[in-house]
């Protein structure tokens, strides 16, 4: 920011004062270190805008995310969106590179049990097929291969990279079944300041990807969730969102009704027009996505996320989009794809059997598109998060204004003290200035402390109320809501084919299947971790909350400095109180506060036995057993944490205390030092310090 290169430059200028006064600029020199690493936290090419992008397995994804972030181009690979349950982070990089984490011992054992069990859901058939697939190509091989933790790849270009990380992403590739996620870097100049991050297709049976799945999504800036429009938001859909979708964080999430295209060719041979049939659809299809919208935040408020509720019922009306329509609004024929041209051929019969001949144009294949409004969705998550970054850019930076500014003016009432002090006095009268300054810094000192203490009693007092509040918040975490999912089922029986009148046929019969859509009942594994997530989020956000209001060091700064106006006695006449008290300043400013550090315990232990979805009810049972034996153990080890840390940070206290008045006592001494040296040579230390004073004077109007 401009602001330090000007205050860097304006302490540049007074550096050769150092020795006068070490403690004011000891805490300029501070002051320069804080402004640096927080502006640098601020800098926007280290923030880069995060997009996720959420939707089952053929939901079109890859195919949406170049046509709106490359303008159609397949810049990248369709490994970046792998056929598999994978978790894809893509992002800019200097040349191409790859990493694939495979899973972790304990999560490759959930899955072979998930795989080996007799579950039918999708989670189940997933399991089955990967592990299946694993061990037909690895065989024994697969724990050494998970013992790898992870690969690198790096190549030359993106045609080299793509060629190779489909052996770990593709959906034929050796590897692809034992990775958990992947990172890809790409040296594409459009992804400068974006991120991507793609989630697994399905509903996944692996707790711990799920778990990675929603902390990336609630860091996410605009979340896009894909849904073919012919089955917007279909259960496995709404089975899909709920399974990803964290219960905070995300800060924008659009419903995408993707694939338009082919639910108009559905529905077009019912309409007149194909306005007709794009008002219709939009119609009824917005209905449909806010009719299951509400089924599904009612469910999430039901088991408790708010937040989540929230969110789902603010997406309002979903944004229509077809790529293949867009590609035929942009692009030349002679640039289209084979299937883009099916497309166009689709809707020119659609339009001579049921629209009078009137094909589409250009200006309705880019509202089939829809992408304007995809665009406008994604430069207001842009724009939010510009202005977000600009507001946190201002109100640093007036921060930093104000302490610098405060900083100068210890600086200035230090030297305009000392000024005063040497004008009016000689060596002799050190000895009774030192006796009355000592009186004063040990009141001073007796004061502050007092205000210590009293800060470090409220604070065990207030740990105490928190300390109930984990035991209610705990209840609540204990309750592992019941969810309903659907699935189908195929049936077969045997259909006789004998004819009265044939009798070569009498005996015979042939086998007709059909399907039955059933609903059923279970739990999820991923519940129950998101539980313990939530619980520990809200706990730790109550611990710091009361650290921040009672013992942050803000707030015990400004606490001391108030008690330091209070005590300072302005009354007496032959005390001037703007040098002591810019003294004071200058050290509170140099001392170590108080830290409060809080970790999550390992809650993935106790529950990694579980995954997918549990209809059983002895496993519902035994997974809600187990929550409730994490959810104490977690409520334990927080009120122990938080213990500890009160007792931490009042210890850190009495230090400070203690501290602050050696503090005082040794820079009384080196202060009275300096003071000799000067009166020995007064005229010239005079001269010196009265040209800092009007340097910092001229400092401080600009």
């Given at each position: 920011?401009?602001?330090?290169?000007?205050?860097?430059?304006?302490f540049?200028?007074?550096?050769?004062y150092?020795?006068?006064?070490?403690?004011?600029f000891?805490?300029?020199?501070?002051w320069?270190?804080?402004?640096?690493?927080?502006?640098a936290?601020l800098?926007?090419?280290?923030?880069?805008?995060s997009?996720g992008?959420?939707?089952?397995?053929?939901?079109?994804?890859s195919?949406?995310?170049n046509q709106?972030?490359?303008?159609g181009m397949?810049?990248l690979?369709?490994a970046?969106?792998?056929?598999?349950?994978n978790?894809?982070?893509?992002?800019?990089?200097?040349?191409?590179c790859?990493?694939?984490?495979?899973?972790?011992?304990?999560?490759?054992?959930a899955?072979?049990?998930?795989?080996d069990?007799?579950?039918?859901d999708?989670?189940?058939?997933s399991?089955?097929?990967l592990?299946?697939?694993?061990?037909?190509?690895?065989?024994?091989?697969?724990a050494?291969?998970?013992a790898q933790?992870?690969v690198k790849?790096?190549?030359?270009?993106?045609?080299?990279l793509?060629?190779?990380?489909?052996?770990y992403v593709?959906?034929?590739?050796?590897?692809?079944?034992?990775?958990?996620?992947s990172?890809?870097?790409l040296p594409?100049?459009?992804?400068?300041?974006i991120e991507i991050?793609?989630?697994?297709?399905?509903?996944?049976?692996?707790v711990?990807?799920?778990?990675?799945?929603?902390?990336?999504?609630a860091q996410?800036?605009?979340v896009f969730?894909l849904s073919p429009?012919?089955?917007?938001?279909?259960?496995?859909?709404?089975?899909?969102?709920?399974?990803?979708?964290?219960?905070k964080?995300?800060?924008?999430?659009?419903?995408?009704?993707?694939q338009?295209?082919?639910a108009i060719q559905?529905?077009?041979?019912?309409?007149d027009s194909l306005?007709?049939?794009?008002t219709?659809?939009?119609k009824?299809?917005?209905?449909?996505?806010?009719?299951?919208?509400?089924?599904?935040a009612?469910q999430?408020?039901?088991?408790?996320?708010?937040?989540?509720?929230?969110?789902?019922?603010?997406i309002g009306?979903?944004l229509?989009?077809s790529t293949?329509?867009?590609?035929?609004a942009?692009?030349?024929?002679?640039?289209w794809?084979?299937?883009?041209?099916?497309v166009h051929?689709?809707?020119?019969?659609?339009?001579?059997?049921?629209w009078q001949?009137?094909?589409?144009?250009?200006?309705?294949?880019r509202r089939?598109?829809?992408?304007?409004e995809?665009?406008?969705a994604l430069d207001?998550?842009m724009?939010?998060k510009?202005?977000i970054?600009n507001k946190?850019?201002?109100?640093?930076e007036?921060?930093?204004?104000c302490?610098?500014?405060r900083l100068?003016?210890?600086l200035?009432d230090?030297a305009?003290e000392r000024v005063?002090?040497?004008?009016s006095?000689?060596?002799?009268?050190?000895?009774?200035?030192?006796?009355?300054?000592n009186?004063r810094l040990q009141n001073?000192?007796?004061?502050l402390?007092?205000?210590?203490?009293?800060?470090a009693n409220?604070?065990?007092a207030?740990?105490?109320r928190?300390s109930?509040?984990l035991?209610q918040?705990?209840?609540?975490?204990?309750?592992?809501?019941?969810?309903?999912?659907?699935?189908?089922?195929t049936?077969s029986?045997?259909?006789?084919?004998s004819r009265?009148?044939?009798?070569?046929?009498?005996?015979?019969?042939?086998?007709?299947?059909?399907?039955?859509?059933?609903?059923?009942?279970?739990?999820a594994?991923s519940d129950?971790?998101?539980?313990?997530?939530?619980?520990?989020e809200?706990?730790?956000?109550?611990?710091?909350?009361l650290?921040?209001?009672?013992?942050?060091?803000?707030v015990?700064?400004?606490?001391?400095?108030?008690e330091?106006l209070?005590v300072?006695?302005?009354?007496?006449?032959?005390?001037?109180p703007?040098?002591?008290?810019?003294?004071i300043?200058?050290?509170?400013a140099?001392?170590p506060w108080?830290?409060?550090?809080?970790?999550?315990?390992?809650?993935?232990?106790?529950?990694?036995?579980?995954?997918?979805?549990?209809?059983?009810?002895?496993?519902?049972a035994?997974?809600?057993e187990s929550?409730?034996?994490a959810?104490?153990?977690?409520q334990?080890?927080?009120?122990k944490?938080?213990?500890?840390?009160?007792?931490?940070?009042?210890d850190?206290?009495d230090?400070?205390?203690?501290?602050?008045?050696a503090?005082?006592?040794?820079?009384l001494a080196?202060?009275?030092?300096?003071?000799h040296a000067?009166?020995?040579?007064?005229?010239q230390?005079?001269?010196?310090?009265?040209?800092?004073?009007?340097e910092?004077d001229k400092?401080?109007?600009?």
């Open positions: 920011m401009d602001i330090i290169n000007m205050y860097l430059t304006t540049d200028t007074l550096t050769s150092r020795p006068d006064f070490p403690e004011a000891a805490a300029l020199d501070e320069q270190r804080d402004a640096e690493v927080r502006c936290r800098s926007q090419e280290q923030i880069p805008l997009i992008v959420m939707g089952q397995i053929k939901a079109g994804k195919s949406f995310l709106l972030l490359f303008n397949p810049l690979p369709e970046a969106t792998p056929k598999t349950a978790l894809t982070r893509i992002h800019h990089a200097d040349t191409p790859f990493t694939a984490y495979f899973y972790a011992p304990e999560s490759w054992a899955l072979e049990k998930l795989a069990s007799d579950a039918q999708i989670a189940a058939c399991a089955r097929e592990v299946q697939q694993a061990r037909k190509v690895h065989g024994a091989g697969i050494a291969q998970l933790g992870q790849l790096h190549a030359e270009n993106v045609n080299e793509q060629g190779r990380i489909n052996e593709g959906a034929e590739g050796r590897f692809t079944p034992l990775v958990e996620s990172e890809l870097g594409l100049p459009q992804l400068i300041g991050v793609d989630t697994p297709g399905m509903n996944d049976p692996v711990s990807r799920t778990d990675k799945t929603r902390t990336y999504m996410c800036d605009v969730f429009s012919a089955r917007l938001l279909d259960d496995s859909d709404q089975q899909l969102l709920a399974a990803q979708l964290p219960s964080g995300v800060k924008r999430l659009v419903l995408v009704a993707a338009f295209d082919s559905d529905d077009g041979f019912h309409r306005a007709e049939c794009e219709h659809l939009r009824r299809l917005g209905e449909r996505a806010r009719r299951n919208m509400e089924q599904l009612a999430r408020s039901k088991q408790g996320f708010a937040d989540v509720a929230d969110l789902l019922r603010s009306t979903p229509f989009a293949y329509a867009q590609a035929l942009s692009l030349p024929p002679e640039r794809n084979d299937g883009q041209r099916h051929q689709q809707f020119e019969e659609l339009a001579e059997d049921a001949g009137i094909t589409p144009n250009a200006d309705d294949w089939i598109g829809g992408f304007v995809l665009q406008a207001e998550a724009d939010d510009e202005a970054l946190q850019r201002s109100a640093l007036k921060e930093l204004d302490s610098s500014t100068l003016g210890n200035y230090q305009s005063a002090f040497l004008q006095h000689e060596i002799a009268d050190l000895n009774s200035h030192a006796t009355q300054a009186k001073i000192a007796n004061t402390s007092g205000y210590i203490t009293n800060q409220t604070a065990r207030q740990a105490r928190i109930n509040d035991r918040g705990a209840g609540r975490a204990r309750n592992l809501e019941e969810r309903t999912g659907s699935e189908t089922l049936h029986v045997r259909v006789s084919d009265w009148y044939n009798p070569f046929s009498w005996g015979t019969s042939h086998t007709e299947r059909y399907d039955e859509t059933v609903s059923y009942h279970y739990v594994a129950a971790l998101e539980n313990l997530r939530t619980y520990f809200a706990s730790r956000s109550k611990l710091l909350a650290f921040d209001e009672l013992i942050a060091p803000d015990l700064s400004v606490g001391l400095r108030r330091l209070v300072l006695d302005t009354r007496s006449e032959d005390f001037d703007r040098g002591l008290r810019a003294l300043e200058t050290i509170l140099s001392l108080p830290q409060l550090k809080l970790e999550a315990p390992d809650a993935k232990a106790a529950l990694s036995k579980f995954y997918g979805e549990l209809r059983d009810s002895s496993e519902a035994a997974l809600r929550l409730a034996e959810v104490e153990n977690l334990q080890s927080l009120a944490q938080l213990e500890k840390a009160v007792q931490l940070v009042c850190q206290l230090s400070l205390s203690s501290q602050l008045q503090a005082l006592t040794a820079s080196a202060e009275l030092e300096r003071l000067a009166l020995a040579d007064k005229a230390q005079v001269k010196r310090l009265q040209a800092l004073v009007a910092i400092l401080r109007k600009l």
